[in-house]
């Protein structure tokens, strides 16, 4: 009898260290509704990111190394968008197996502490098999209108937006990722990295009880309706996750949950930001959960009509003002 009670005990220690540790780090600050002036603003925002979700989501669809034509489609859109905002786009460029890819570069110079630098990060490529609508073009979408928003803003931390190639598979988890050769670069030369942002599938929200899933544990401590974005970092980037939550939760009312979890638990790490990981940086992913949500996660059906436009815009105008506040008041 002892020993089951000293066992019961245990677990509850080691659930109560998971969750103070892992799970709580929302800030208690008080929200408020955007104000008409805003929500203007997110209804055109809103157009706008529509805009381009259907260009690489439609009209471009499928691109990868398997389809180079449409990943070169994809590239060319992202750097005349941002030439057509007005914005300096640069390169860099390498080769997997002969062929040569590329990501895309635009900087906000900081005014006060230019030498600290957020990286706001979102890959290009889709899976095979899937127009990559929501993954990723939610957040190719969100990285073309950020850049556009913020390009006259006061900032005191450098930003930089980099368009990714290659974080599907078969490159994941490779040096042939576009983020890793960034990430690996950016460390060699010294630069001093303070936060990575990754947006990654960030367009799907639904009000219905049992659309969210977790691995374990998460799913005793998260709600099981999937209508919030998700902040998620590793256990180095902890005090990023609760300083991205303070701005998001300042800058709108849309739902957020945050985690700072082990990378050996399925999903903390599938994107871009595991490349910072990597190299030491702080990095935190921004998501609807994707295949823990998204019925069309890597799917023929990841189409534009499947993003719930409303709330995506509502979570991106969100996103873009976290964004702002990290590097103007971190």
Same mark, same amino acid.
């Given at each position: 009898?002892?020993?089951?009670?000293?066992?019961?005990?245990?677990?509850?220690?080691?659930?109560?260290?998971?969750?103070?540790?892992?799970?709580?780090?929302?800030?208690?600050?008080?929200?408020?509704?955007?104000?008409?002036?805003?929500?203007?603003?997110?209804?055109?925002?809103?157009?706008?990111?529509?805009?381009?979700?259907?260009?690489?989501?439609?009209?471009?669809?499928?691109?990868?190394?398997?389809?180079? @034509?449409?990943? /070169?489609?994809?590239? *060319?859109?992202?750097?005349?968008?941002?030439? +057509? !905002?007005?914005?300096? #786009?640069? $390169? %860099?460029?390498?080769?997997?197996?002969?062929?040569?890819?590329?990501?895309?570069?635009?900087?906000?110079?900081?005014?006060?502490?230019?030498?600290?630098?957020?990286?706001?990060?979102?890959?290009?490529?889709?899976?095979?098999?899937?127009?990559?609508?929501?993954?990723?073009?939610?957040?190719?979408?969100?990285?073309? @209108?950020?850049? /556009?928003?913020?390009? *006259?803003?006061?900032?005191?931390?450098?930003? +930089? !937006?980099?368009?990714? #190639?290659? $974080? %599907?598979?078969?490159?994941?988890?490779?040096?042939?990722?576009?983020?890793?050769?960034?990430?690996?670069?950016?460390?060699?030369?010294?630069?001093?990295?303070?936060?990575?942002?990754?947006?990654?599938?960030?367009?799907?929200?639904?009000?219905?009880?049992?659309?969210?899933?977790?691995?374990?544990?998460?799913?005793?401590?998260?709600?099981?309706?999937?209508?919030?974005?998700?902040?998620?970092?590793?256990? +180095?980037?902890?005090?990023? #996750?609760?300083?991205?939550?303070?701005?998001?939760?300042?800058?709108?009312?849309?739902?957020?949950?945050?985690?700072?979890?082990?990378?050996?638990?399925?999903?903390?790490?599938?994107?871009?930001?595991?490349?910072?990981?990597?190299?030491?940086?702080?990095?935190?992913?921004?998501?609807?959960?994707?295949?823990?949500?998204?019925?069309?996660?890597?799917?023929?059906?990841?189409?534009?009509?499947?993003?719930?436009?409303?709330?995506?815009?509502?979570?991106?105008?969100?996103?873009?003002?976290?964004?702002?506040?990290?590097?103007?008041?971190?």
């Amino acid at each position: 009898m002892w020993i089951l009670l000293a066992g019961l005990a245990l677990v509850g220690v080691l659930f109560f260290l998971a969750y103070r540790i892992m799970i709580d780090v929302k800030p208690r600050i008080g929200r408020t509704a955007p104000a008409g002036s805003r929500q203007s603003e997110i209804e055109a925002l809103q157009v706008r990111l529509m805009e381009h979700v259907r260009v690489l989501g439609s009209t471009i669809g499928e691109r990868h190394l398997g389809r180079k @034509e449409a990943l /070169r489609a994809a590239a *060319d859109y992202i750097r005349k968008t941002w030439n +057509r !905002y007005g914005l300096l #786009v640069s $390169e %860099e460029h390498f080769e997997v197996g002969g062929q040569p890819v590329t990501n895309l570069i635009v900087e906000r110079p900081g005014s006060v502490r230019p030498e600290e630098i957020v990286v706001v990060g979102a890959h290009y490529d889709s899976a095979p098999g899937t127009p990559g609508a929501n993954d990723n073009g939610t957040g190719v979408a969100l990285l073309l @209108e950020m850049a /556009r928003t913020l390009k *006259d803003a006061p900032v005191a931390r450098t930003i +930089r !937006y980099a368009a990714f #190639v290659n $974080e %599907e598979p078969p490159y994941f988890f490779s040096e042939n990722m576009g983020s890793r050769v960034h990430a690996r670069g950016a460390r060699s030369r010294g630069e001093n990295i303070v936060a990575m942002i990754s947006l990654e599938t960030i367009g799907y929200y639904s009000t219905t009880p049992g659309t969210q899933r977790y691995p374990f544990p998460f799913g005793f401590f998260y709600p099981h309706t999937g209508d919030f974005l998700a902040v998620v970092g590793n256990l +180095r980037s902890r005090a990023l #996750v609760v300083d991205f939550l303070r701005h998001f939760m300042t800058a709108t009312d849309f739902a957020v949950e945050g985690a700072a979890a082990f990378e050996w638990i399925p999903g903390i790490n599938w994107s871009d930001h595991w490349s910072f990981w990597t190299v030491g940086y702080p990095a935190v992913m921004l998501t609807d959960t994707a295949p823990f949500r998204y019925p069309h996660y890597h799917g023929a059906r990841d189409l534009p009509e499947q993003v719930v436009a409303p709330d995506f815009a509502r979570a991106s105008h969100g996103i873009i003002g976290a964004v702002r506040g990290l590097a103007t008041n971190p």
